[in-house]
């Protein structure tokens, strides 16, 4: 079962504050209010989300970056965490000792310090939970929901990296600097969460595949999205419409989704260019319900999975 | 290598704020001043914190309670929660149903909300993360650290439906009442939250085993303790110091260890009284360093995981 459909089943009736956000989103409200106080939690699971042969010191800064991505994407910095960990009695000493560096030197990397914590064991697998708090810039988190037909949809750095990045990361292709990248992902600069905070109407961190989350956050906004795919930045050669599909929808990018009313675009952009974070238009909302993809021109029909996740 | 040992090497030298107590405590501070917001984070693996027969209903249950316990016994309510799921692919989605009940009772139960939360596959094993805050009663949480030399020293209920209870759960004894016990372990009424912030020196929950929990706290408070033996209640027939000795070695308890000031003993347990909550002297802090534990006037030689454990 898809980790959407759980949470709505089963555990979305559970969240009763308002805070909550009924769990459609990607952080929760501690504390209302300027200089509000948020809260994510992600875990990440050996054979899942991370390669059983990563260097455990990336597998702690991987850790911290995906949550960190959540943070920022939410206008946000990142403040305080708490780290769950489920170590196996068959991994060595110096293994853990290494997953402890990478997590503390991206910890003091990102500006957060480490509160609390429980360490146990009893898997297989290495599973890693990190909780974080992050301080809004703003008046409290944006929101996917908060988008409207017409707002600008952009996306920071390049698409691809997670998707491709595996591949490297297993061997199949030959790319050192793409393995590091789905090892510790590159999140955009810190100075993403400012322009998010400061013109964003609705945004999210892209973890589940640029398309799919592109439609969540237009879905969760009440409107649609047309996306240009020939527009959107990827880290390699993508010659044709199905590479170009393939890292769009491949996830693991842990880049800034973000919409921005018409009037606000010009400023964003030059606030972006003048903070040294990459943004590219990609497309915008609206064009009715669901999400219509165009490739140089031609429309683009949407793979199964997404055209299912996008009624979700 | 044990729990206190990986988070002292590995994890304490990355919490450098205030609130995080340097991971010493059972709860970091995310919010100092009156009305103190406090958080923890437990996690329950399938086949150490729960057996793999459990009905999953008892395991949502069990995974609020550790946590509600570490909260109570800081003298503060519990507040909101954020989960994190580890679901293997091979468990019936009935049991998840089940799962997501028990957890959703027990949070209603304790005024918990759910605010956020993460669920994944890729283990054999279930892991469930809780993260919860709360608020506190009085101006912060009560530490390990407030006891001094001449405070009584108090336990809540009966110690041993842990220890006891899983030799039931594994059906070795039979006794489905601490069974159950074990599987949804009972908590002092919540009651005693406003009793250790009014009367506690010091404070934590009983998730180790009395005695090292005892010799945990004594140590946080630069102090020794000692202990009766005879004094502990049971929660069944313990005849022998070794019986006695086992139920307050075993852990997984969940009631609270409190230490109190000579002047306050009178209220505490006037106080106890009303509200009902079950509380029962064991003996003090004090009488130099390390723990001192007598059975029925006589010294009793502490086993050596304890020898050990009250030096760390």
Known sequence: MREFDLIRRYFAPLATSPGAAGLGDDVAVLE???GARIVT?????????FLSADPTETVGRKLVRVNVSDILAKGARPHEALLSLVWPAGRAESELEAFAR????DLAAFGVSLIGGDTTGGTDAIVATLTLTGTCLGAGPVRRSGGRSGDGLFVTGAIGAGGRGLRAARGEIEDDDLAGAYR????PAVEVAGLVARHASAAMDVSDGLLGD???LAAAS???AAIALESVPFVGAADTTGERLDMATAGDDYQVLLACRPEGVGALIEEAGAAGVGLTRIGELGSGPGLHLSDRGQPVTL????AFEHQG
Do not use: C, F, Q
Not at 41 to 49: A, L, M, W, Y
Not at 184 to 187: A, E, G, M
């Open 214 to 216: 592109a439609a969540k």
């Open 222 to 224: 009440g409107t649609g």
């Open 41 to 49: 939690t992600d875990t990440i699971v050996e054979g899942v989300h």
């Open 102 to 105: 990478g997590l503390g030197e």
């Open 303 to 306: 793979p199964d999975s997404l």
């Open 32 to 34: 209302a209010g300027e």
């Open 184 to 187: 510790v992902p590159r999140l």
